[in-house]
């Protein structure tokens, strides 16, 4: 599968963003869908994870009630809505989808990587 997201962008904290993720091919509704993000300097760390059927979500504890990885599958698509943005939420954003069931928090858990798109949140 191939992943496009976008969305990004400069706010000020406080302020919400979401981000899209389109996936390409006809079995999207088949994987795992999640994000990560990367900030200057630092690794990439696990942000939100949806279940293949939206029946389970998991985030970081960074995004636990801020964050909300919502799912269209006739859309071929997974958001990730971030409120309540913090300067140091500031990083790339990468879309990221895994085959099968379960969920991970690493990134080689994910074998299908987006591009990135950047979010910065001025204080």
């Known amino acids: 599968v191939q992943l496009q997201a976008s969305g990004g962008g400069l706010v000020q904290a406080g302020d919400s963003l979401r981000l899209s993720c389109v996936g390409s091919g006809r079995t999207f509704s088949s994987y795992g869908m999640g994000w990560f993000r990367q900030a200057p300097g630092k690794e990439r760390e696990f942000v939100a994870h949806i279940s293949w059927n939206g029946a389970s979500t998991y985030y970081s504890d960074s995004g636990k009630g801020r964050f909300a990885i919502p799912r269209d599958n006739a859309k071929n698509t997974v958001y990730l809505q971030m409120n309540n943005l913090k300067p140091e939420d500031t990083a790339v954003y990468f879309c990221?989808?895994?085959?099968?069931?379960?969920?991970?928090?690493?990134?080689?858990?994910?074998?299908?990587w987006g591009q990135g798109t950047l979010v910065t949140v001025s204080s």
């Open positions: 990221v989808a895994r085959s099968g069931s379960g969920w991970g928090a690493r990134p080689y858990e994910y074998e299908y």
